[in-house]
C-alpha cells in the first residue's frame, strides 16, 4: 500500500506561482510513475501532468510551457511547479502513483490539496 500526501495548495493571484508536492510512502518509491490530477468544481478530473520512472514526462496542453512536474527518489517526493497560474487553473490538485509505465488508471491516490487562482 502506498500513502501520498499532498502539500503547497492555497489562493494565488492569477500569473503567480505554486509549488505543490506529493510524499510517498513507497519503498520503491523510484519505479512507479507519478501524476498530478485536478479537478475543478462541476468537472471531470484531468491528468495535468505525469512523469515515469526514467523521468519522462507529459503534460495537459493547458498547462505546456507553464506547469514543471519533477521528482526527487530520494525525498521520495514529486513537485508541480505552476507558474503563470490563471483563474482556470483552480482545482483541487491530486498526486497519484502507479507501478506500470503508462498506467490507464491509477492504484494510489492523495487527499488532495485546493488551489485558487484569484484574478
Known amino acids: 500500500q502506498v500513502q501520498l500526501v499532498e502539500s503547497g495548495g492555497g489562493l494565488v493571484q492569477a500569473g503567480g506561482s505554486l509549488r505543490l508536492s506529493c510524499a510517498a510512502s513507497a519503498r520503491t518509491f523510484r519505479i512507479y510513475t507519478m501524476g498530478w490530477f485536478r479537478q475543478a468544481p462541476g468537472k471531470q478530473r484531468e491528468l495535468v501532468a505525469a512523469?515515469?520512472?526514467?523521468?519522462?514526462?507529459n503534460y495537459a496542453d493547458s498547462v505546456k510551457g507553464r506547469f514543471t512536474i519533477s521528482r526527487d527518489n530520494a525525498k521520495k517526493t514529486v513537485y508541480l511547479q505552476m507558474n503563470s497560474l490563471k483563474d482556470e487553473d483552480t482545482a483541487v490538485y491530486y498526486c497519484?502513483?502507479?507501478?506500470?509505465?503508462?498506467?490507464?488508471?491509477?492504484?494510489?491516490w492523495g487527499q488532495g490539496t485546493q488551489v485558487t487562482v484569484s484574478s
Open positions: 497519484a502513483a502507479d507501478e506500470r509505465l503508462q498506467p490507464r488508471e491509477y492504484n494510489y
Open positions: 512523469i515515469t520512472s526514467v523521468a519522462r514526462t
